[in-house]
């Protein structure tokens, strides 16, 4: 008797659980069916919002050429270092100026170094149609030749003052010292007047760099000079002008075809790699070209996914979504193998980068002094310019001299989140290198860091890029009209950025829940600029063309990923968003993150999970405390082409209007600080 009602109550229960697998069939074809139906209304409707970003990028060319006329009907005497005859004048005239003041050389330095960054910001920021092989090259040798220009000033200024060191003399050891200290640079040079060995160390006051030397300098008429700049003109330029990708937008004409197959290759950008060989030094005009391609270029978000087939296969799928907006079709580039690094002496720059500037350590041989003979200065002129003192002695019968010991106070405008490593420069691989440096201690309490080298050495401080990734989570909510807060959570701080119209502004880094880098805070800055000092100041929030290859990323594929920063931003000026754990459970082809209708300034409280494929966007059933992962809509929600559609479902009007009026430029902003942090990749 038992066993049949068993029976029959397993074949009723086999009967329910099959029609109600027949019902959900049945209601998911209804949804479907639905959404193809409105499906070409949706996109018509995401088409005209997407508009905005043609706008932005009309108004940031005309804000280019306004700039420049700007400058030029200003008349402030700066060259316009975009115009070789200008900016060549610019050179030759403070070459030939025989005036060797090191404070003329840090002033006229600051005038340098904006021009310098006048250039890097052209070559990030301009998109290809605007910026042509030819003068990216131009631009970059101008880069190249300032640089060495202004090296070349603090050499001579060094001269100058090494000339007249008698006069810098200091009452207790009799020898010269003197310190220069401004924002971009810290300069500190020490003569031997007196050649006694018990003087061979030395802390100089005001900078607190110092140095132990070996014995055989101490009695020499050696000069030692630090010239620490607080920018890096040493590593290579690509490393200066690293650009983010970038999504280029058809133009106008192609727009109003509203064509099926608007989804294109952009061309590639061109921009920094340094070349090789010297400036002045002509070559074929190929070989100069491939030495000068920028290689993080549009194409590299996708960098992340080696070609396969799936790509493929989403090529063709997409190009049935009519968008106005190019998105770039992202693949690794096969033929172009990633260099591997073979020597462990040398340091992978696509991992380690110097923070906080640049060391230049010197030896130098001390000119002839003034002597006083009666009434008269007398001095013997030597035209040698500024001479290395050779160390290690070419003829030592030494096995290994003695090193010398530096001990460098580490910048307050910097975070080392970790003990940095040591590096020197070698201008004959033009590569970073460590060996050479030895018995290094770090003070992370003192910010101060120890280390013996064999030699005098241009060093820099080098930190892990990607110290700071994955993210462990991310917010971005609107706090007024056109403004929004963007939080990024790393293992180490939190970085909060404000956006407002066309400009974004650090409001607070926070590191062990302390207020840290406030020289930072509170500038509107471009996205551009905002990356650029945020990097200089060791807080790397921005995946490179290669970090992939160093970070454990959550895979997505690029058109879904790019696709949801589009539509994010779109709706930005209403909605809040919010890092779920469950993108990481999603599968490459779809990503998801929390949302929220979001209108007044303050923390944000009821969040839904959405996901979003790039081309179906839903609802989802399961909140973040949920046991496990599933795809099942919420109840009484439909599926939506677009998520402008499906976050419409259940929006107020109030928020939708935001989203209709919010401001072309702030849409843009939004977009490209998304794109260049990538959150839903490496969170």
């Given at each position: ?23 959900e ?17 949706e ?8 508009e ?34 200008e ?32 250039l ?40 100058h ?61 050696v ?20 650009s ?33 060989v ?40 997409i ?10 079709l ?5 033929n ?52 290395a ?12 001299p003695p090193?010398?010991?530096i ?10 989140c ?45 930190q ?5 990734m994955?993210y462990?989570?991310?917010e ?42 406030s ?6 800055l471009?996205p ?9 100041a ?76 790039g ?28 998520l ?11 928020a939708?209007?935001?989203?209709n009026?919010?401001?072309f430029?702030?849409?843009?902003i939004v977009?490209?600080?998304l ?9």
């Amino acid at each position: 008797q038992s066993a049949e009602e068993a029976r029959l109550q397993a074949e009723q229960e086999a009967a329910a659980r099959l029609e109600k697998q027949r019902i959900e069939r049945e209601q998911m074809e209804k949804l479907e069916a639905k959404d193809r139906e409105r499906r070409e209304f949706e996109l018509a409707e995401l088409n005209s919002l997407e508009e905005k970003f043609v706008s932005a990028q009309l108004w940031k060319t005309e804000y280019r050429a306004y700039a420049k006329w700007e400058h030029y009907i200003a008349c402030d005497g700066s060259p316009d270092p975009t115009i070789p005859q200008e900016i060549n004048t610019f050179m030759s005239l403070w070459r030939e100026d025989q005036n060797k003041d090191i404070q003329l050389v840090v002033e006229k330095g600051e005038q340098v170094l904006n021009l310098i960054e006048k250039l890097q910001f052209l070559l990030l920021d301009s998109p290809p149609s605007e910026i042509t092989e030819k003068e990216t090259v131009q631009y970059q040798e101008t880069i190249l030749e300032l640089q060495n220009l202004l090296h070349q000033k603090y050499n001579e200024a060094t001269e100058h003052l090494l000339k007249t060191a008698s006069m810098y003399e200091d009452s207790d050891t009799g020898n010269m010292q003197a310190v220069i200290k401004d924002k971009n640079v810290t300069f500190c040079i020490w003569a031997n007047l007196k050649k006694k060995a018990r003087f061979k160390s030395h802390v100089f006051c005001d900078a607190h760099h110092g140095f132990d030397l070996p014995k055989s300098l101490a009695v020499s008429s050696v000069a030692v000079r630090i010239l620490h700049t607080h920018y890096d003109h040493v590593s290579p330029l690509w490393l200066q002008c690293q650009s983010v990708p970038k999504l280029e937008v058809l133009d106008s004409k192609e727009l109003t075809q509203h064509s099926k197959d608007s989804v294109e290759e952009p061309e590639e950008k061109k921009a920094s790699e340094e070349p090789n060989v010297p400036a002045e030094e002509e070559t074929h005009s190929d070989e100069r070209k491939n030495a000068i391609s920028f290689k993080e270029n549009s194409n590299s978000i996708a960098d992340t996914n080696e070609k396969t087939e799936e790509e493929t296969e989403k090529k063709s799928e997409i190009s049935d979504i009519p968008s106005q907006v190019q998105i770039p079709l992202m693949q690794e580039k096969t033929n172009e193998k990633v260099e591997e690094i073979t020597d462990e002496n040398i340091v992978d720059l696509r991992q380690f980068v110097p923070v906080g500037g640049v060391y230049h350590i010197d030896a130098l041989q001390l000119p002839p002094q003034v002597k006083q003979i009666k009434n008269w200065s007398m001095v013997e002129l030597l035209d040698v310019g500024l001479e290395a003192y050779p160390y290690p002695p070419e003829e030592s019968d030494d096995a290994r001299p003695p090193p010398i010991q530096i001990t460098l106070k580490l910048s307050d405008n910097v975070i080392y989140c970790k003990e940095p490593v040591i590096a020197r420069w070698d201008p004959a691989g033009q590569q970073w290198r460590t060996d050479g440096i030895s018995n290094v201690t770090y003070e992370s309490q003192e910010k101060s860091i120890t280390f013996g080298m064999g030699a005098f050495y241009t060093i820099a401080l080098l930190q892990d890029v990607h110290l700071n990734m994955p993210y462990q989570a991310w917010e971005l909510r609107p706090t007024g009209i056109d403004e929004a807060l963007l939080i990024v959570t790393t293992v180490f701080a939190e970085v909060q950025i404000q956006i407002k119209g066309n400009q974004c502004m650090l409001s607070a880094i926070m590191v062990e829940e302390k207020d840290v880098l406030s020289h930072l805070t509170g500038k509107w800055l471009s996205p551009v600029t905002l990356r650029r000092v945020l990097k200089n100041a060791g807080v790397n929030i921005f995946p490179g063309e290669y970090s992939y290859k160093y970070v454990c990323v959550n895979k997505k594929a690029p058109l879904t990923e790019v696709r949801a920063y589009q539509q994010m931003a779109l709706v930005a000026s209403a909605f809040a968003f919010g890092w779920s754990k469950w993108n990481l459970e999603s599968g490459q082809d779809q990503v998801v993150f929390k949302v929220s209708e979001h209108l007044k300034a303050d923390f944000v409280k009821d969040w839904s999970l959405y996901m979003f494929s790039g081309q179906r966007a839903q609802k989802l059933k399961i909140t973040e405390t949920s046991e496990a992962f599933s795809k099942e809509l919420e109840e009484d929600s439909e599926f939506h082409s677009t998520l402008y559609h499906v976050l419409k479902d259940f929006a107020s009007k109030e928020a939708i209007d935001k989203v209709n009026t919010a401001s072309f430029l702030f849409i843009d902003i939004v977009y490209q600080l998304l794109l260049a942090t990538r959150v839903l990749t490496y969170s």
